[in-house]
Nanobody, 129 residues
Framework: QVQLTESGGGLVQAGGSLRLSCVAF????????MGWFRQPPGKEREEREF???????????TYTGPVKGRFTISRVDVKNTIYLDMSNLKPEDTPRYCC???????????????????WGRGTQVTVSS
């Protein structure tokens, strides 16, 4: 069992930067994938939008197109923590960001929210124009 806790959200002006953190409580193996989704207001959990993922063991990353070049995912093994560094933020980057984990990245489609095993409660990011 893995529990995820996010932090780092807040209010920022367009063009600004934020760092989100997600700590995983439980055993994380090299096969794990961890990532970030965002959930716009009024959308159900199944409609969460993929942002980025990282494979714990080999550090391979996958980004959704609109955030490439602006967002960077990283992880610190000893802390069981992943980070999402967001820069040049835009108002459309606004919704709630949720951390996710899955025990075997080789058996899933990273961009499909329903295939992830574990979820945090999320942290709100608001970008003002």
């Amino acid at each position: 069992q893995v529990q995820l806790t996010e932090s780092g959200g807040g209010l920022v002006q367009a063009g600004g930067s934020l760092r989100l953190s997600c700590v995983a409580f439980g055993r994380i193996y090299s096969s794990f994938a961890m990532g970030w989704f965002r959930q716009p207001p009024g959308k159900e959990r199944e409609e969460r939008e993929f942002v980025v993922a990282i494979i714990w063991g080999d550090l391979r990353t996958t980004y959704t197109g609109p955030v490439k070049g602006r967002f960077t995912i990283s992880r610190v093994d000893v802390k069981n923590t992943i980070y999402l560094d967001m820069s040049n933020l835009k108002p459309e980057d606004t919704p709630r960001y949720c951390c996710a984990a899955h025990s075997d990245a080789s058996t899933m489609r990273l961009r499909v929210s329903s295939q992830w095993d574990y979820w945090g409660r999320g942290t709100q990011v608001t970008v003002s124009s």
